[in-house]
């Protein structure tokens, strides 16, 4: 008979930037906290916890999705990419820059967050010809909370890799 203290588990297999993991988890755990306390990866952080802020955002084959939405089981088989890959992409790299450049950071809560949906936006645009739109960039990143900066150099840095992509002079490794 199982007492309330037992909780399921289950053996999940899911690559992690770019290591691939084998771990024993609570079938309730969020993705989040798989990756904070099983992976010890601790830039994904626990905002609201409802999926409303952000600070959980990591990719989920190729999909930015929220970490405290999405259980670590659902991810069986699956990669998640965080903020934290040793092997950033170009893109990534860019946007941390600018991100410094510009000053879009000050207490870090939301940035890894806001870096993987910049991401994700940078990504899509990638074969955009057209300038950067910065009504565009604050839509696309309006589903991630930053109390700290006000939004305007979070937007500046996006947008400085959005040309600079577009102008071809962010990096030869993004061109091919």
Same mark, same amino acid.
């Given at each position: 008979?199982?007492?309330?203290?037992?909780?399921?588990?289950?053996?999940? !297999?899911?690559?992690?930037?770019?290591?691939?993991?084998?771990?024993?988890?609570?079938?309730?755990?969020?993705?989040?906290?798989?990756?904070?306390?099983?992976?010890?990866?601790?830039?994904?952080?626990?905002?609201?916890?409802?999926?409303?802020?952000?600070?959980?955002?990591?990719?989920?084959?190729? !999909?930015?999705?929220?970490?405290?939405? +999405?259980?670590?089981?659902?991810?069986?088989?699956?990669?998640?990419?965080?903020?934290?890959?040793?092997?950033?992409?170009?893109?990534?790299? #860019?946007?941390?820059?600018?991100?410094?450049?510009?000053?879009?950071?000050?207490?870090?809560?939301?940035?890894?967050?806001?870096?993987?949906? #910049?991401?994700?936006? +940078?990504?899509?645009?990638?074969?955009?010809?057209?300038?950067?739109? !910065?009504?565009?960039?604050?839509?696309?990143?309006?589903?991630?909370?930053?109390?700290?900066?006000?939004?305007? #150099?979070?937007?500046?840095? +996006?947008?400085? +890799?959005?040309?600079?992509?577009?102008?071809?002079?962010?990096?030869?490794?993004?061109? #091919?």
């Amino acid at each position: 008979m199982s007492t309330p203290t037992d909780t399921p588990t289950r053996r999940v !297999r899911i690559t992690v930037n770019g290591q691939t993991l084998v771990r024993e988890v609570e079938c309730r755990r969020h993705l989040v906290d798989f990756l904070r306390e099983d992976c010890g990866l601790k830039g994904s952080h626990l905002g609201c916890e409802h999926g409303v802020c952000g600070a959980c955002t990591v990719r989920l084959d190729g !999909r930015i999705v929220r970490g405290c939405l +999405v259980l670590a089981v659902q991810a069986d088989g699956g990669t998640v990419e965080t903020v934290e890959t040793p092997h950033p992409s170009s893109r990534l790299k #860019a946007l941390q820059d600018a991100f410094v450049e510009h000053n879009a950071l000050q207490c870090g809560y939301c940035t890894p967050g806001m870096l993987m949906a #910049a991401l994700d936006l +940078v990504e899509q645009r990638r074969d955009d010809k057209h300038e950067a739109d !910065r009504a565009q960039v604050r839509e696309w990143m309006s589903g991630n909370y930053c109390r700290c900066t006000g939004y305007h #150099a979070i937007v500046d840095a +996006v947008c400085t +890799v959005l040309e600079r992509q577009r102008s071809g002079t962010l990096g030869e490794e993004v061109q #091919a």
